[in-house]
Nanobody
Framework: QVQLVESGGGSVESGGSLRLSCSAS????????MGWFRQAPGQEREGVAH???????NYADSVKGRFTISQDNAKNTLYLEMNSLKPEDTAIYYC???????????????WGQGTQVTVSS
């Protein structure tokens, strides 16, 4: 089992910055892949950024160059640094964990409760 708790959401103006944190606990093997997802009202959940424990990262095109995913393994914490925020970044952001399977990530199985990010124009 893996437990995930997000924090750091809030309200900012367009162009502002926020840093989300996700505190993780539980079986480390089930956290070989970590990711941030978001869901805006009336829209499907989408992947924002992903990271492997070996350090490989990838991002959605909509956030490339603005968001940075990182993790501190000593603190068991996942981060999402969000800069140059836009109103379209407004959503509930979720942290998720999956087991790594060779070079791939299995389906995300563990989810946090989410944290709201609101960007005003």
């Amino acid at each position: 089992q893996v437990q995930l708790v997000e924090s750091g959401g809030g309200s900012v103006e367009s162009g502002g910055s926020l840093r989300l944190s996700c505190s993780a606990s539980g079986n480390r093997r089930d956290r070989g892949c970590m990711g941030w997802f978001r869901q805006a009202p009336g829209q499907e959940r989408e992947g924002v950024a992903h990271i492997r424990q070996i350090g490989y990262t990838n991002y959605a095109d909509s956030v490339k160059g603005r968001f940075t995913i990182s993790q501190d393994n000593a603190k068991n914490t996942l981060y999402l640094e969000m800069n140059s925020l836009k109103p379209e970044d407004t959503a509930i952001y979720y942290c998720a964990a999956a087991r790594a399977n060779g070079p791939f990530c299995e389906m995300y199985k563990y989810w946090g409760q989410g944290t709201q990010v609101t960007v005003s124009s």
